[in-house]
């Protein structure tokens, strides 16, 4: 029993005015790291002005800041919906999960197929349940799976940019090019691990101390 409060009591001291500094925190280091990427990007590659995400920092800023602000709310919905039942933890986090999947094609500017989407949004739905006990038990790790899982499906749009069915077409709308959709990516996987990071490293270390106490 106090092996268990100890446990949790990191997780619960996680309130709106945590969740809000963290959130900042990590939105300043995405924004610096990716404001990196923009210019050593546009120096290498120099990225015609048909490629939005590069032609102006502006693009960056917008959906830097959506993307961290989607991962801080997601991270308190499943702090809170960990205090709930398992089934209501399951099923609640598969559907946020499958709702998030689908929002990729508006955040996305409608690159990808939305057949692609709804299937990608299936797939993470999916394992999003089966995981559902482990998740549920750790709900700060489980944060990090449900975030590697919707980093994942963040990447369909610029994938799309290459493959699939209108990708030729999609490619000279936007004049883009493998090196530049790699830039892009990497400013994806570089906001994911940041935002995430800071949002639930701190509170898995204050986690361990409290269980050697």
């Known amino acids: ?34 404001l990196v990427i923009y210019v050593v990007a546009r120096a290498l590659l120099n990225p015609p002005a048909k490629f939005m995400p590069l032609a102006t ?7 830097t800041v959506l993307g961290t ?22 099923w609640a986090t598969a559907g946020l ?17 939305p057949i692609w ?13 089966l995981l559902a006990p482990r998740l549920h038990e750790d ?4 944060f990090q799976v449900i975030g590697g899982i919707m980093l994942l499906v963040s990447l369909l749009p610029p994938l799309a940019l290459l493959v699939g069915p209108s990708a030729s077409q999609v490619a000279d709308q936007w004049a883009a090019t493998p090196p530049l959709v790699i830039a892009l990516m990497v400013m994806h996987v570089v906001t994911a691990v940041i935002t995430i990071g800071l949002l639930t ?12 106490g």
């Open 69 to 90: 602000i989607g991962a801080a709310l997601t991270f308190g919905l499943v702090l809170r919906l960990a205090r709930a039942s398992l089934g209501v933890f399951r």
């Open 117 to 129: 989407l709804l299937a990608a949004g299936v797939v993470a739905a999916v394992l999003v349940v």
């Open 1 to 34: 029993m106090s092996t268990m409060a100890a446990r949790s009591s990191p997780v619960d001291r996680v309130g709106f005015r945590w969740l809000a500094t963290s959130w900042l925190v990590a939105l300043a280091g995405s924004l610096v790291a990716n």
């Open 57 to 63: 920092p502006l693009w960056l800023v917008v959906f």
């Open 139 to 142: 709900p700060v790790r489980g």
């Open 97 to 113: 999960v499958f709702v998030l999947a689908l929002l990729a094609d508006t955040i996305g500017t409608g690159l990808t197929s």
């Open 201 to 212: 490293i701190p509170i898995l270390r204050n986690s361990a101390v409290a269980n050697q």
